[in-house]
């Protein structure tokens, strides 16, 4: 699939699938939920530790509801009072992982959406974010745009970073569009570090949707979301280094985003550091470029990879191939 080269308001229509387990995300509620003395008797000594067990249960379950499995098995075994709080959302788990199986055709069931969606819906019931995620996915991929915002809105306000940046996608696509609470969710989630967000707010900053136009503060999110590993959002931030906008010029910046982007898969990127290689007089390297973006449909690389393959040798040209063929691409956040 091509990528855009600059904002448009194509970009976006996606939404983030959540994981079954991401990494870490929720470490820090977990510190705070076992310093919390809520509900607490006072200590009788300096050495007794919290009342873990006095923790109102409504506040532990919103707390924990975007918990990945293995942060909520933790939690589960703080306290016999956790653990009994938290089996819903555990049940939930085991309903994200059959609703998964079903969606994706795995473990040796057939791909079916009606299931998938039973099981996500069963699992947001008991209070998991990230099957009212997955829940709200198919939603929005039938067209039942209103149920998938549903969704998104009770994730989002239990601090799920994927409901939020979902439901701020959704709004710059629902009828009628608002770009106010588009931009106000996309930001919740940016501070929060997902990329996908940071990279969706720099384009609503780019662009001025639902908030002024602002360049710079545009840049600096397309460069948080590269740094964070995000592949459209590396090349835009190479764009920004190699024209100035929004951040110093930079050639040496220009080119480092540019072939990171490239080396993770991103097909213009391939097509234009494949040009820097061939201006640099790197033929081979450049022919590897070319040719991985022609595969990706990049129609204008073909022209020049040609060029250049008619100044090379037969091994050279085989060479050169021969490594495109067993290119991988570099793993990114998207």
């Not at 249960?57 to 653990?83: E, H, M």
């Not at 998938?148 to 940046?165: E, P, S, V």
Request: glycine share 8%.
């Amino acid at each position: 699939m091509k990528q855009k080269t600059w904002p448009d308001r194509s970009d976006g229509v996606r939404f983030t699938a959540f994981p079954l387990s991401k990494p870490n995300d929720n470490e820090e509620n977990i510190i705070l939920l076992r310093r919390s003395k809520i509900g607490s008797k006072p200590s009788l000594s300096p050495t007794d530790g919290p009342d873990f067990s006095a923790l109102p249960f409504d506040i532990l379950t919103k707390i924990a509801a975007s918990f990945n499995f293995p942060n909520l098995l933790a939690a589960s075994l703080v306290c016999r009072s956790w653990r009994d709080a938290l089996r819903p959302l555990r049940e939930a788990m085991m309903m994200l992982r059959y609703g998964k199986r079903f969606k994706h055709g795995r473990g040796g069931v057939r791909r079916n959406l009606d299931k998938a969606l039973d099981s996500f819906l069963k699992g947001a019931a008991r209070g998991s974010t990230l099957a009212m995620v997955d829940a709200g996915l198919i939603y929005w991929e039938r067209g039942l745009k209103e149920e998938a915002i549903a969704l998104y809105q009770k994730a989002a306000a239990l601090g799920d970073r994927a409901g939020q940046c979902n439901l701020g996608i959704s709004y710059l696509h629902a009828q009628p569009q608002n770009h106010k609470e588009a931009v106000k969710w996309l930001h919740q989630a940016s501070i929060g570090g997902y990329t996908r967000a940071q990279y969706q707010l720099a384009l609503c900053l780019h662009q001025g949707l639902g908030v002024h136009r602002n360049l710079y503060e545009a840049a600096k999110w397309y460069l948080k979301a590269a740094e964070g590993g995000y592949v459209r959002a590396m090349y835009n931030a190479s764009l920004c280094y190699s024209s100035g906008v929004g951040l110093t010029q930079s050639r040496r910046q220009a080119r480092k985003w540019m072939r990171r982007a490239a080396d993770r898969g991103h097909s213009k990127a391939q097509f234009e550091h494949g040009l820097a290689l061939f201006s640099e007089g790197e033929m081979m390297k450049a022919v590897v470029y070319l040719e991985l973006a022609t595969r990706s449909g990049e129609t204008a690389a073909t022209h020049v990879k040609n060029v250049i393959l008619q100044q090379l040798s037969a091994t050279s040209r085989e060479r050169a191939l021969l490594l495109a063929d067993n290119w991988r691409a570099v793993p990114s956040s998207r």
